[in-house]
Each structure stands twice: as C-alpha cells, then as structure tokens.
C-alpha cells in the first residue's frame, strides 16, 4: 500500500522562496501547497488542514505570529514550524508561544527542513502506551488515547506538543525529568539543548492546568534538573454494579 504523502502548507510572502520550497520539498515526495500571506493562509485552511504549515515569522497584514495563533486555533492537530532569519532566543520564545511546534532559521537546508516536518508530523502521529489509557490526578485527567485532557469535567485545549510533554511528565508522578530527556522524548533523539522549549511549553501548560500559574501545584520546577509532575495518578475506577443488559 502506498505510503501517504504529507501535506504541506508553505505560508511566504516572497515568490522565490514558495517555488524553491514547493520545487524542493516536492521532489522529496512531499504534497505542497502554498500561499503568500496570513489571510490567504487562514483561508485555504478553512477548507481543509493540512498535516503541517511552515510559517515564515515575518509576513505582511497579519503577522506570522497572529497567522500561528489562528491557524493553531482552527487545526490544532496540525503541526506548524515557523521560519524566521531572527536567530535571538525572544524571536524563539515568541514562535513556541504562539503555538509553534518547532523553528527553523533561514538559511537552512532542505534536508534540514525536510527531517524538522516530518519529526513534526511523526510525533503528532505517535501511537501512545495503551497500558495507561487515562491518568487522573486530582481534578486533572488525561486521556492518552484520544488525546484530550479535562479538569474538573472542563476540557482543556492543548496543542500537540502541550499535549505530549505534559503526558511524559505526568506518566512519571513524582520523578524528576532531566531538560535533555524531555526534549528527546517530545521533539526527538536530535534535540537536546534548546532549553528554552521546555520554559515556554511548561509555562503555557501552567497557564491552562494550574489554578495559580505563579503557584504551581502539578508541574513543579527542579532546579537545575528539569521538572516533575506532582499528584498521585492512578487509572480510573470503572462501574462494577451496571445491570447486565443496560443501555
């Protein structure tokens, strides 16, 4: 059976830059599609999602971080990598916390780019444990298997990657996890340094699981280790006493 191509998205305001890319990554066995600014971006996705945008971070009208929050908003399962010539670790922070997946810095190379995409794509993909399902911790429960996390019955809109470093986090209660070791299990086996990913995700996830974000009951910071998640988590009690034949 045929492999499924993945679709991409290649949002640029220059022309030369979406044929090199389209041209490029085509050749790679990639699907492209391409637009040249954020509205036309946000209006091609209304259509359909793709399985990954590559967002330059400088756009005209609507700004490549306005364009990441919309479009992450309405595909939050696609995977969306920005590009940006700013190589400062505010330009970094800015991208991830609008909702970035991953960045890359022009210039790059189209073997580069290529392995960041479909990391993207295959950590969105990722088949998770089916021996823990559901961890439940307090208010807080995390359903592995469709991905969706609620506390107190309320559902809370993560991204994929909230969704991904907040699962290892919490399949591991109480355990210290090294900065290297998350970046590995989340982003893959080539990452390792780039510390600043895990300040940022962290600090969104705190903003929707924690009731004080300064205050942190679940993530809990270890210093000059990493970060560990705080709760005693256990799998759900299941009903025992339904009538046979019930509905």
């Not at 780019?113 to 429960?141: D, K, M, T």
């Not at 390792?192 to 990913?197: A, K, M, T």
């Not at 004080?212 to 025992?240: A, C, I, M, S, W």
Request: net charge neutral.
């Amino acid at each position: 059976m045929r492999k499924e191509s993945i679709k991409v998205l290649v949002v640029d305001d220059e022309p030369r830059i979406r044929h090199a890319l389209r041209v490029a990554l085509g050749s790679l066995g990639f699907e492209i599609q391409d637009a040249c600014d954020g509205e036309e971006a946000i209006e091609i996705v209304q259509g359909q999602c793709p399985h990954v945008v590559l967002l330059d971070i400088s756009l005209p009208g609507i700004s490549g971080v306005e364009t990441c929050l919309e479009l992450r908003r309405m595909c939050p399962s696609a995977g969306i990598v920005m590009l940006t010539v700013r190589d400062s670790e505010r330009s970094k922070i800015e991208a991830l916390d609008a909702g970035a997946d991953d960045y890359v810095c022009k210039p790059f190379t189209v073997g580069e780019l290529a392995a960041r995409l479909r990391a993207v794509v295959r950590r969105g993909r990722a088949v998770v444990p089916q021996n823990i399902p559901l961890l439940v911790s307090g208010e807080l429960e995390i359903d592995a298997v469709h991905r969706t996390v609620r506390k107190g019955g309320r559902p809370i809109h993560l991204t994929p990657k909230e969704f991904d470093l907040l699962y290892v986090l919490a399949s591991r209660p109480g355990v210290p996890i090294r900065h290297v070791d998350l970046l590995r299990a989340v982003w893959g086996f080539k990452y390792g340094g780039e510390v600043e990913y895990i300040r940022t995700f962290v600090n969104q996830l705190r903003k929707k699981i924690e009731d004080d974000p300064g205050n942190p009951t679940y993530l809990l910071t270890h210093p000059f280790v990493g970060y560990l998640f705080k709760g005693q988590v256990k799998e759900p009690e299941r009903e025992t006493n339904q009538d046979i034949g019930s509905v």
